[in-house]
């Protein structure tokens, strides 16, 4: 799509929309883009309100009803698209509400933003994600990866980072103790600041390289 604000340096600055704001990824996204000169403006998509506190300068809400999207299309009209829902299957209840956050939701944004002609989809995935998992959680991550990847986007970008370590509005005890033991594993699959995800997919964004990259959790937790 064409956006023609152009910021202080002459080139077109980007329209972005966020889904999962309130996460510990996405918090940090929202963060980084409100700040960013060379973002025009943040929408988000949430079910409620966000916190005073949270927002940043340029970020427009949208209350969502995610079961309801299709009213709304101009929402979508976005550059670039970042998707950081998630759940785990204990919150949701159950494998099939788990699936329709991690797989239907996203998917559903993905193929509304990309027919609004947004140009690049960047997903916070999962290390381990694998269409052929034995494990559902893996298989369903890996799923969406594959489907998001037939969607046609110009440029896709995926990060698989391991255990997300940040300042968490829930407390999980699973993830707490994998903190403490996440210098026992190796690289690939320790602990990385949620911070650091959200960089670098923000800068991933800006530069728009065209196909797909996967950045993986070695690669994320070099990121500063």
Known sequence: MENNDRGTTGSTRKTALLAGATGLVGREIMKFLSQDPRI?????????????????PRVVECIADFDRLQEHLDWFKADVVFCALGTTIAKAGSQ???RKVDFDYPLEIAKRARSQGARHFLLVSAAGADPRSRMFYN?????????LGA???????????SL???????H??????????????????????ASAVASALVRAALEERPGAEILDNVMLRRER
């Open 172 to 193: 999980r005890l699973g993830e707490e103790i994998g903190k403490r033991l996440s210098w026992i594993f190796p690289p690939a699959w320790r602990g990385v600041q």
């Open 151 to 161: 969607l046609g986007y110009p440029s896709l970008t995926i990060a698989r980072p």
């Open 40 to 56: 025009a403006a943040v929408r988000t998509l949430v079910r409620r309100p966000l916190p005073e506190q949270d927002k940043g």
């Open 164 to 170: 997300l370590l940040g300042d968490r509005k829930e």
């Open 139 to 147: 298989r369903v991550k890996g799923e969406l990866e594959a489907a």
């Open 96 to 98: 099939p509400a788990f």
